[in-house]
Structure formats: structure tokens, C-alpha cells
Nanobody, 116 residues
Framework: QVQLVESGGGLAQAGGSLRLSCAAS????????MGWYRQAPGKQRELVAT???????NYADSVKGRFTISRDTTKNTVNLQMNSLRFEDTAVYYC??????????WGQGTQVTVSS
């Protein structure tokens, strides 16, 4: 039912920045949690960052201080500002939400490639 569309992926140089956006098909107030996950080649999918209805955020240790997750209630989006990018940030990034009364939804993913 919930549709999530990621955008903003692409190629960046190490030390550069990139901003990902996830547009939801309904009000983000319907979601207890919104977040970003990623999967690098040959590795398991991992949590990158999440934000709750109350505004609490959680980040993977590897991205703390470099990435920032935020919400835009007007546009029904969750964003991920990625600064000081490293080669190891290269992965497919997925947007995910959890409905207030249960149910998880995922976007199709967007590729982020960081060159040295």
C-alpha cells in the first residue's frame, strides 16, 4: 500500500556530499519509524539512520558525525544528508518505514557510489 520512492543517488568523490530523499505516498505521521539502510556488494544489509515520530534519531557508528537524517512533513519525505563521503559508503541505499499499527515498507533502492 505504501509507496516509497528514493532519489538523489549517484556518484560522488571521497570527501564530497550527497543528499538522498525518500518520498512517501502518504503522511509521514502514519509512520512510527522512518529510516535508511544500505547494502554494499558482498555484505549484509545494515542500518544507516532512523528517525521516529518524536524526532529521536539513531545512526550507525560508521556514519555518526557525517550523515544526518531529517523529515519534511510538508513533502512527506525523509532525507539523508551524507557528508565527508568515503569509499566504503558505496552501496545501494534503501528507504524504509514502519506503520504506526504495524507493517514495514521498502523502496526499490538507489545506488550511491563514492570514488577515491
Amino acid at each position: 500500500q505504501v509507496q516509497l520512492v528514493e532519489s538523489g543517488g549517484g556518484l560522488a568523490q571521497a570527501g564530497g556530499s550527497l543528499r538522498l530523499s525518500c518520498a512517501a505516498s502518504e503522511s509521514i505521521f502514519n509512520f512510527n519509524v522512518m529510516g535508511w539502510y544500505r547494502q554494499a556488494p558482498g555484505k549484509q544489509r545494515e542500518l544507516v539512520a532512523t528517525v521516529t515520530l518524536t524526532g529521536s534519531t539513531n545512526y550507525a557508528d560508521s556514519v555518526k558525525g557525517r550523515f544526518t537524517i531529517s523529515r519534511d512533513t510538508t513533502k512527506n519525505t525523509v532525507n539523508l544528508q551524507m557528508n565527508s563521503l568515503r569509499f566504503e559508503d558505496t552501496a545501494v541505499y534503501y528507504c524504509s518505514v514502519r506503520k504506526r499499527f504495524g507493517g514495514d515498507y521498502w523502496g526499490q533502492g538507489t545506488q550511491v557510489t563514492v570514488s577515491s
